[in-house]
């Protein structure tokens, strides 16, 4: 079964730092990677995803994220956080082929300061 | 489409009295999910069907706990009786079953048992 690690559960970062949130997975074949957004008191939203082609995905609101399969990591990047970003981040993987469960990190609480 | 719809927004009830959360997919939707959210425990996921049918149900916490899925345009999930520990947020997601698509989250049912 795949397993999704989000290693930084609290970030804190002021308006205009870059942000990298980080997202590593562990599933021996090919999978489909997504990262989601839940702002306060809101359901989660799809931010961006990636299931082939360029690794560099470009998502909604100026955010994108990498895959790198050598290191089974897709981590979330924006050059310049607004206060509008404060939100929970959730990385996702879907294993490729049939019907599979979606498995879901454990999410990054993201705070920014004004 | 109106999106994946639950309801009720808000539900507050004592201990020891039955709740019932409703879900209706996106339609054409093959698969359907709920999940719980507490600060405490983060996003679990408590069971999801394929075709109305119970694939995994490894996350319900307990006998208390119920899904069912009559057909494919609605699902209901019953706590009886409920605990002053089941106050979450429970969120309803389906999805096209193809793994490239993201799943839809519902807005949510926020329960508190008193």
């Known amino acids: 079964a795949q397993s999704v690690s989000q290693h930084n559960h609290h970030v804190i970062l002021s308006e205009a730092a870059s942000l990298e949130l980080g997202c590593n997975y562990s599933y021996g074949g090919t999978v489909n990677l997504f990262w989601y957004v839940q702002y306060p008191g809101q359901h989660l939203q799809l931010l961006l995803k990636?299931?082939?082609?360029?690794?560099l995905v470009k998502g909604i609101k100026g955010f994108e994220a990498e895959f790198i399969k050598s290191k089974f990591s897709f981590n979330l990047r924006k050059p310049s956080v607004q206060w509008s970003d404060t939100a929970e981040y959730f990385c996702?993987?879907?294993?490729?082929?049939?019907?599979?469960?979606?498995?879901f990190g454990t999410g990054t609480k993201l705070q920014v300061i004004p | 489409d109106a999106g994946v719809i639950q309801s009720p927004r808000h539900e507050v009830t004592e201990m020891g009295q039955e709740v019932t959360l409703r879900c209706k997919p996106i339609?054409?939707?093959?698969?359907l999910f709920w999940y719980r959210q507490t600060m405490m425990r983060g996003l679990e996921l408590l069971i999801y069907f394929n075709n109305n049918v119970p694939i995994d149900d490894s996350g319900m916490p307990e006998d208390r706990f119920s899904a069912k899925m009559p057909n494919a345009s609605f699902s209901t999930l019953k706590i009886q009786p409920s605990e002053p520990r089941d106050s979450a947020v429970y969120f309803c997601?389906?999805?096209?079953?193809?793994?490239?698509?993201?799943?839809?989250f519902g807005p949510g049912t926020r329960l508190t048992v008193l």
């Open positions: 339609s054409g939707h093959n698969s």
């Open positions: 996702a993987v879907i294993p490729s082929g049939g019907y599979q469960k979606v498995t």
């Open positions: 990636y299931f082939s082609g360029d690794p």
């Open positions: 997601a389906s999805w096209t079953g193809q793994a490239w698509n993201e799943q839809f």
